[in-house]
């Protein structure tokens, strides 16, 4: 951060600017509200290529055509991730377990190989094809391919009269050589650390899906130790993370399915249970994940439409229009609670009928919640039945509708290239901040409620620290400040989900402060009606007010600041302004020209409404040009004085790749961040 009394940028040294390419023995996945490599945001194009999990012990559609070939049509049309299923009986059992069915002679350089030499092949064309890969324990033995196991490790269920599992006793497998193997928590731990240890060294392995669709009797947070599969979840992630000493992929956890009614934090009026196997993420709101190394956290819950299971809500008067408060309430939340990236690891069917209808409401919900990374199931085909695939039955001839489909939920996908030890990253979107995030949500989740005719927005007003709140509303607005002063502040309260903890109601609301004024405001502080159980983005002081941190303290016109909380009740906090500050605002434009050292520069600084975006072009010795873009963001005060947050771009508009970029600043900032501070005064970036 630099003090806003100064000078941003003296000079820009002459220098080559660095692409997104890094060493392949660098790579690091990262998980913080969006999935990073190197702390650089990707996009995801995901999907299933499923079989090592079947008696064939590898991926399917190898009798027909080359791996090669489906990894090709796979890049082409944008996707850069596969979920690969597979069975813990082919890792226990490395140098036994062969491939069935591949024609070598489409696929010569398969040819002897065991099913694990197989999947080192897939690792390696994957990789060449700029293709990440998820590892996913999808059973424990081929032979449940019928019946997938219950919990994370091999049991017998006993049924109710409804045909659900109630109960669950430790018990074995009969493998393919007829060994009873016991598949307990301590052999899938093992197993995945063998698995783990192996692939770590690959740049392209992505992560671990350690256990797919855990459901029925398996709870979240509360029963005992053998049906709790978040105490589980936890335990199998860090035994990775202790025993796989130089693995930098991420860690996906799914969801559970059904729970008995009124089970911890579940809101039975709203879901009617229609939980998926592995998509229930509700009891997130009362128990988080926590590991050993949180950065490699995703939550990936799985979704599907009427050709699997004909839910109750598929057959309501309002279909597809209720789905949006279902998902939210299923697992739409988890990212705005948790601060950690959500990857949807299943979804999919056909693209008629009432499951067509399905998938474009889905498609639809992600975009405007803007959780667009997915794993899409599958590429096998499945003519006629429940999922269908992005292949026809053989295995060339796409299936019509799918690709669009994908492209209109992830557009511009990151494309990864690998060039020798380097791998470059290109295309996708610009990071999107948290504030720009929660907004979207906001938006669509009016939208969503306003569409199932189950709450009204309020008028706002502008009469200082009054309150507005419609009872039953999700949605609620509160006026700020009074206009004649030049504040002006919206308060704006949606509606995120609702649900019973211990037969208490709680509800959890996403909540923006928007300047709706012509001036600044600083020093916000806003009274609560009532002590909330948990907040995010702000600061609850002891006398239930709430302040945002000095970093995002200031809210420029037309700017809003987010947060969230959650509390007992059935509706929204009363909430009263405390405390504005408004500073004042300039409008100017302004043009000059520096010279630097080997070249010139020409900066062009614009302000308006208190946030300015500076841009130098630089020329560097007749044969680079190099454009800085610099663009204000959050305004404060605090002991030193007046202070503010610049974002910086560095563009390449040179026909040349650039290798190394040098420069100063005219004074030193107070917190820098993605580059390094020399000891003669220049920052560079670091070496990857």
């Given at each position: 951060?630099?003090?806003?009394?100064?000078?941003?940028?003296?000079?820009?040294?002459?220098?080559?600017?660095?692409?997104?390419?890094?060493?392949?023995?660098?790579?690091?996945?990262?998980?913080?509200?969006?999935?990073?490599?190197?702390?650089?945001?990707?996009?995801?194009?995901?999907?299933?290529?499923?079989?090592?999990?079947?008696?064939?012990?590898?991926?399917?559609?190898?009798?027909?055509?080359?791996?090669?070939?489906?990894?090709?049509?796979?890049?082409?049309?944008?996707?850069?991730?596969?979920?690969?299923?597979?069975?813990?009986?082919?890792?226990?059992?490395?140098?036994?377990?062969?491939?069935?069915?591949?024609?070598?002679?489409?696929?010569?350089?398969?040819?002897?190989?065991?099913?694990?030499?197989?999947?080192?092949?897939?690792?390696?064309?994957?990789?060449?094809?700029?293709?990440?890969?998820?590892?996913?324990?999808?059973?424990?033995?081929?032979?449940q391919s019928n019946i997938p196991p219950s919990l994370w490790y091999s049991s017998t269920c006993t049924y109710n009269s409804q045909g659900i599992c109630t109960s669950a006793t430790p018990s074995c497998v009969n493998n393919k050589d007829g060994h009873c193997v016991n598949y307990s928590e301590d052999v899938i731990k093992s197993m995945w650390a063998t698995l783990v240890n192996r692939y770590k060294s690959h740049w392209n392995l992505f992560g671990v899906d350690i256990q797919n669709e855990i459901h029925e009797p398996a709870l979240w947070g509360v029963g005992p130790s053998s049906t709790d599969y978040a105490a589980a979840a936890e335990r199998i992630s860090n035994y990775i993370i202790t025993n796989c000493a130089g693995f930098e992929g991420l860690i996906l956890i799914e969801g559970i399915g059904n729970t008995p009614s009124n089970t911890y934090c579940e809101n039975n009026s709203v879901t009617q249970q229609g939980f998926w196997w592995g998509g229930n993420m509700e009891p997130v709101r009362c128990r988080?994940?926590?590991?050993?190394?949180?950065?490699?956290?995703?939550?990936?819950?799985?979704?599907?439409?009427?050709?699997?299971?004909?839910?109750?809500?598929?057959?309501?008067?309002?279909?597809?229009?209720?789905?949006?408060?279902?998902?939210?309430?299923?697992?739409?939340?988890?990212?705005?609670?948790?601060?950690?990236?959500?990857?949807?690891?299943?979804?999919?069917?056909?693209?008629?009928?009432?499951?067509?209808?399905?998938?474009?409401?889905?498609?639809?919900?992600?975009?405007?919640?803007?959780?667009?990374?997915?794993?899409?199931?599958?590429?096998?085909?499945?003519?006629?039945?429940?999922?269908?695939?992005?292949?026809?039955?053989?295995?060339?001839?796409?299936?019509?509708?799918?690709?669009?489909?994908?492209?209109?939920?992830?557009?511009?996908?990151?494309?990864?290239?690998?060039?020798?030890?380097?791998?470059?990253?290109?295309?996708?979107?610009?990071?999107?901040?948290?504030?720009?995030?929660?907004?979207?949500?906001?938006?669509?989740?009016?939208?969503?409620?306003?569409?199932?005719?189950?709450?009204?927005?309020?008028?706002?007003?502008?009469?200082?620290?009054?309150?507005?709140?419609?009872?039953?509303?999700?949605?609620?607005?509160?006026?700020?400040?009074?206009?004649?002063?030049?504040?002006?502040?919206?308060?704006?309260?949606?509606?995120?989900?609702?649900?019973?903890?211990?037969?208490?109601?709680?509800?959890?609301?996403?909540?923006?402060?928007?300047?709706?004024?012509?001036?600044?405001?600083?020093?916000?502080?806003?009274?609560?009606?009532?002590?909330?159980?948990?907040?995010?983005?702000?600061?609850?002081?002891?006398?239930?007010?709430?302040?945002?941190?000095?970093?995002?303290?200031?809210?420029?016109?037309?700017?809003?600041?987010?947060?969230?909380?959650?509390?007992?009740?059935?509706?929204?906090?009363?909430?009263?302004?405390?405390?504005?500050?408004?500073?004042?605002?300039?409008?100017?434009?302004?043009?000059?020209?520096?010279?630097?050292?080997?070249?010139?520069?020409?900066?062009?600084?614009?302000?308006?409404?208190?946030?300015?975006?500076?841009?130098?072009?630089?020329?560097?010795?007749?044969?680079?040009?190099?454009?800085?873009?610099?663009?204000?963001?959050?305004?404060?005060?605090?002991?030193?004085?007046?202070?503010?947050?610049?974002?910086?771009?560095?563009?390449?508009?040179?026909?040349?790749?650039?290798?190394?970029?040098?420069?100063?600043?005219?004074?030193?900032?107070?917190?820098?961040?993605?580059?390094?501070?020399?000891?003669?005064?220049?920052?560079?970036?670091?070496?990857?």
């Amino acid at each position: 951060m630099i003090n806003f009394k100064l000078l941003f940028l003296l000079a820009i040294l002459p220098a080559l600017c660095l692409g997104q390419c890094f060493p392949t023995s660098t790579i690091v996945y990262t998980s913080t509200d969006r999935i990073n490599v190197n702390g650089v945001k990707v996009d995801i194009k995901g999907v299933s290529w499923w079989g090592f999990e079947t008696q064939d012990y590898t991926v399917g559609g190898l009798g027909q055509v080359s791996m090669d070939s489906v990894l090709t049509y796979l890049a082409n049309n944008g996707f850069n991730l596969l979920r690969i299923p597979f069975q813990a009986d082919m890792i226990l059992n490395l140098n036994t377990r062969f491939p069935n069915g591949i024609n070598t002679g489409i696929n010569p350089d398969l040819q002897g190989l065991s099913s694990i030499q197989v999947m080192d092949a897939l690792f390696t064309k994957a990789a060449s094809h700029g293709i990440l890969i998820l590892l996913d324990l999808h059973w424990f033995d081929f032979s449940q391919s019928n019946i997938p196991p219950s919990l994370w490790y091999s049991s017998t269920c006993t049924y109710n009269s409804q045909g659900i599992c109630t109960s669950a006793t430790p018990s074995c497998v009969n493998n393919k050589d007829g060994h009873c193997v016991n598949y307990s928590e301590d052999v899938i731990k093992s197993m995945w650390a063998t698995l783990v240890n192996r692939y770590k060294s690959h740049w392209n392995l992505f992560g671990v899906d350690i256990q797919n669709e855990i459901h029925e009797p398996a709870l979240w947070g509360v029963g005992p130790s053998s049906t709790d599969y978040a105490a589980a979840a936890e335990r199998i992630s860090n035994y990775i993370i202790t025993n796989c000493a130089g693995f930098e992929g991420l860690i996906l956890i799914e969801g559970i399915g059904n729970t008995p009614s009124n089970t911890y934090c579940e809101n039975n009026s709203v879901t009617q249970q229609g939980f998926w196997w592995g998509g229930n993420m509700e009891p997130v709101r009362c128990r988080q994940i926590t590991i050993l190394n949180q950065a490699k956290l995703v939550y990936s819950p799985h979704q599907y439409g009427p050709s699997v299971y004909d839910q109750g809500y598929f057959e309501t008067s309002d279909f597809p229009n209720n789905m949006p408060l279902i998902w939210d309430t299923h697992f739409g939340f988890v990212r705005g609670l948790t601060g950690k990236a959500v990857l949807v690891g299943e979804w999919g069917g056909p693209l008629t009928g009432k499951t067509g209808t399905w998938s474009n409401a889905f498609v639809q919900y992600l975009v405007n919640r803007d959780m667009r990374d997915t794993i899409y199931w599958a590429v096998n085909p499945n003519p006629g039945g429940d999922t269908d695939g992005l292949f026809q039955s053989d295995w060339t001839t796409p299936t019509p509708g799918k690709t669009t489909l994908l492209a209109t939920l992830q557009p511009n996908p990151t494309k990864f290239t690998l060039s020798g030890s380097t791998v470059c990253l290109s295309g996708g979107s610009t990071s999107t901040s948290a504030a720009t995030t929660a907004t979207s949500a906001t938006t669509a989740t009016t939208a969503t409620t306003a569409t199932t005719a189950t709450t009204a927005t309020t008028a706002s007003t502008t009469t200082s620290g009054s309150t507005t709140t419609t009872s039953g509303s999700a949605t609620t607005t509160t006026g700020g400040t009074g206009s004649s002063s030049g504040c002006g502040l919206a308060i704006s309260q949606s509606l995120a989900g609702s649900w019973a903890n211990n037969n208490q109601p709680q509800v959890q609301y996403n909540v923006a402060f928007k300047n709706t004024g012509t001036t600044a405001i600083t020093s916000l502080k806003v009274g609560l009606g009532a002590a909330p159980n948990q907040v995010w983005s702000v600061t609850l002081n002891s006398d239930n007010s709430v302040t945002f941190p000095s970093w995002a303290n200031s809210i420029a016109p037309g700017q809003e600041l987010d947060w969230g909380y959650i509390a007992n009740g059935n509706g929204p906090l009363s909430m009263n302004v405390i405390q504005p500050s408004c500073s004042g605002s300039a409008t100017s434009s302004t043009s000059s020209t520096s010279s630097t050292t080997g070249g010139s520069a020409s900066t062009t600084t614009t302000t308006t409404g208190g946030s300015t975006t500076t841009t130098t072009s630089t020329t560097s010795g007749g044969s680079g040009h190099l454009t800085v873009t610099q663009t204000t963001g959050s305004q404060w005060n605090d002991n030193t004085g007046a202070n503010i947050q610049v974002n910086v771009v560095f563009s390449n508009n040179s026909p040349s790749t650039v290798t190394y970029l040098k420069f100063t600043l005219s004074q030193v900032p107070s917190q820098i961040w993605s580059v390094s501070a020399n000891s003669d005064g220049s920052y560079t970036w670091p070496s990857w």
